[in-house]
Every structure is written in C-alpha cells, then in structure tokens.
C-alpha cells in the first residue's frame, strides 16, 4: 500500500479536531489532515490530488472563495456550507479559506457546526460556573454574619423570656437560621473541601451508587447495568465522582416516582470509551464517556437550559443544588455534564479526559 508523504509544515494539522484541507487555486487538495479523513470517510492518499470543490454538496460556494482569496479580494472568507460523505449523510461545516504565505497555497479549515455549538456551549458552561462561583462567595459573604447575629440574638432573647410561647418563637427564629446555614455550606462545600486525587474505577463509584439507590428504593426501580469493563482507572477524586453521580441518579429517582410506583420505572449506568474528545478547544485522545439514563418524565422545558444553576430545581422542595455540585466537581476533572432530556428518556452524560 503506498503512503503519501506528508510535508513537514503540513503535520502539525494532524493534531486539530478540526477538518483541514490545503489546496491550490484551482481546488486540487494537495494535503487532508486525519480529522478530514474521518468526516469523509476516504483515505488520504484518495484525497490528495482531487479536486476539492466536489466534497461540498453545492461546488460553487468553495470555487468562489478560493478564487477571492486567490485574487487578494480577501485575507480570509467565512462560510457556512454542506461537506458530502461517502454512504453519510451531508456534514454542516463552518468553512474558513485562508491564504497562506506561499502564492498557490489555501488553507480551508471546516467547522462542524455540531462541534461549534459545542464549544459555544463550553464556553457558556465555564462562564457559567465562574459566576456561579462568585454568586456564592457573595451568599457566604451576605448570609453568614447576618445569620450569626440572628441566631446568637434569638438564643439570649431566649434566656431573658419565662413564657413558654414565646421561647417556641425563639426556637422557631433558631432552627430557621440553622437551616440556611446548612443551605450556605452546601453551597460552599466543593470550594472549601480539597481535591483529593487518587485512582479511580468508574465502575466502583457506579456499584456504589446502585446499592445507596437499592436501599432507598428497593421496589419498583430496575438499575441496568451496561459497563464497558476495560475502561481503565484514572487519576480523580473519587468521593467526589460518587456525590456526582449520586445526585443525578437521586434526581432521576425522585422524578421517577410515579414510575416506581406502578413498578416499571428504570434507571440505565453505561459507560463507554470516546475518541477524539475535545474540552475547552483541547483536544484528549480518550475520554470517559459515562450515561444516567431514566425512563422519567424529561427535564421541564421551563428549567432545560438552567439546569445546572443553583437553586433551580424541577421539584417542589428541591434545593436546586445537587446538578451544580455534579457540574462543579466535574469541572474540577477537566471534564463537563452534558444533557439530552425528552419525555420517557432523559440522558446525562458525564465526559472526563482520561490519560
């Protein structure tokens, strides 16, 4: 099998998750860098020296940028297009047609437009979770000491009172302060706790989780197990992985309540390996890829897209603080929490780097 050589300036391109092409002018390929490989489903050595304006369902789009860019008419040119697949259906790609500093020379770079909302929504997340760090630290700021003062007054207006009524008051003012002081710790207890790291079987936190659920639900709930077993330990926090997966499991429990009792309500633990994962515009060779999967009701529409911010929560009674947890503890793992919630299936997929 013969081997295209590749030119030394063109090899760095194998290492981005993105689709490059570098072509000529007049739309000949004269290098397809292995991502491009994967989307069009064709080795290199069929790539190179074709013309690359027919990969695109509508030629013309690249024909004109190349020939803009070509004629010095732009420095670079954005477009959204249609990339065609061998036997795939058509890729939407953002594409990106630079010159370079060689004459007959141009970069076309391809954006899937899935992996761009992707990363958009990383960057929603991270930003997310920055403000709610701050949000926080303003609570503990705001809260604490006012609540000090309130408890430590009621607890002397107590001792200077002889009615039994009126102590029940101070009881009342007492438990109330101690009850959002509880809140104010939970909110602050991944900040405060240090990252204890050691080696990590995904599937130990998950069994640990199954038997905490067993026992608070031992009728009416079928947890299916789908582990990929020769997923490797890594490096993490593992009390932390448990509290994660334990409060979205929990969650999904609690929605499933009707389910549970009319004895068909499931509970799905699969993990997978993935490939070629990209976090935070960094690309990760493999990554862990594990689902909690329930039968529930969905996610409510009103509540979808801040799921994971705190004190929102989708049940009466709820803290709305156990998916910020999760999202917070899996940041701290260089990972995130994604969700795809439809009436009868809801998915959390949890994705962490591994080495």
């Not at 770079?109 to 930003?127: F, G, I, K, V, Y």
């Not at 009390?239 to 929605?255: G, K, M, R, S, Y």
Request: net charge negative.
């Amino acid at each position: 099998m013969m081997v295209i050589p590749v030119p030394l300036r063109f090899q760095s391109f194998d290492l981005l998750a993105t689709l490059v092409a570098v072509v000529q002018g007049d739309g000949s390929v004269l290098f397809a860098n292995a991502a491009l490989e994967d989307a069009l489903g064709i080795s290199r050595r069929a790539i190179v020296g074709s013309h690359f304006p027919v990969s695109f369902t509508e030629p013309q789009g690249l024909k004109n940028a190349l020939q803009g860019v070509a004629g010095n008419q732009f420095e670079a040119l954005r477009y959204d297009a249609w990339l065609a697949r061998l036997n795939r259906d058509p890729l939407p790609v953002h594409v990106i047609v630079t010159q370079t500093e060689r004459a007959d020379e141009i970069v076309v770079e391809l954006l899937p437009l899935e992996l761009q909302a992707r990363q958009d929504r990383e960057e929603r997340l991270a930003e997310q979770a920055l403000a709610n760090k701050e949000l926080i630290r303003n609570l503990a700021h705001e809260i604490k000491n006012p609540l000090g003062g309130i408890r430590g007054a009621a607890q002397l207006l107590e001792m200077e009172i002889e009615s039994r009524d009126l102590i029940e008051y101070t009881q009342v003012i007492i438990h109330e302060a101690d009850r959002l002081q509880s809140l104010v710790d939970r909110l602050l207890a991944p900040h405060r706790r240090p990252h204890l790291v050691g080696d990590v079987n995904i599937h130990e936190v998950c069994e640990h989780v199954r038997l905490l659920l067993s026992a608070e639900f031992p009728k009416g709930l079928t947890v299916v197990r789908d582990y990929d077993t020769s997923i490797p330990e890594f490096r993490g926090d593992r009390e932390q992985l448990i509290q994660t997966v334990l409060n979205i499991a929990h969650n999904a429990c609690q929605a499933l309540v009707d389910r549970i009792a009319q004895g068909d309500a499931q509970l799905t633990f699969r993990s997978r390996i993935a490939r070629q994962i990209t976090f935070g515009k960094k690309r990760y060779r493999l990554a862990l890829e594990l689902h909690v999967i329930d039968n529930g009701p969905g996610v409510p529409a009103s509540i979808k897209d801040r799921i994971f911010y705190p004190l929102v929560s989708g049940r009466e009674g709820g803290s709305g603080l156990g998916l910020t947890l999760a999202q917070t503890f899996v940041q701290q793992h260089h990972g995130l929490i994604e969700c795809d919630s439809v009436p009868g299936h809801t998915d959390f997929k949890i994705l962490i780097p591994l080495p």
